[in-house]
């Protein structure tokens, strides 16, 4: 039986503990997690793409069938230039899912080979988003609850104003 491959993307501006969560639980469902690191071109990154890839190989560069990736362009052409079976994303609410529904539809008819998995955000990282984590830092608020320890300094120190 071949491998199977999925690609798990996102900005990660920055990387939230609710991020790990999906990656940790999709590596253990899956033989390959590829992590791409988006460059969104609607939004304006506070992490360079080298910052936010740093971030998630300090994180969980430890997983050994985790890869991190930068990537830009089509998520459907890259995954299957990689051979991914899957796209794996995190749903927290039903806005989530009503944006993240639309993408998989596109994906699929861009690559029928591509299917979407849906996972459920743990309840305690429901209300968790890196926006969130970027408006909390900036207030000079404590953001030890939201991002990996490891590398709560660098995220704080940009963020704070």
Known sequence: MDATTVICPGSFDPVTLGHIDIIQRAAKMFDKVIVAVLVNMSKQPSFTIDERI?????????IDNVEIVGFSGLLADY???????AVVKG???????????????TNKKLNPELDTVFLTSD????????????QVASLGGDI???VPACIHAQVYERLKK
């Open 144 to 146: 030890s609850n939201f």
């Open 54 to 62: 740093s971030f998630l190989k300090t994180a969980i560069g430890d």
């Open 123 to 134: 309840s305690q990282y429901m209300y968790l988003s890196s926006s969130m984590v970027k």
């Open 91 to 105: 749903l927290r609410a039903m806005s989530d899912f009503e944006y993240e529904f639309q993408m998989a539809l």
């Open 79 to 85: 995954a299957k230039e990689r051979g991914a079976k």
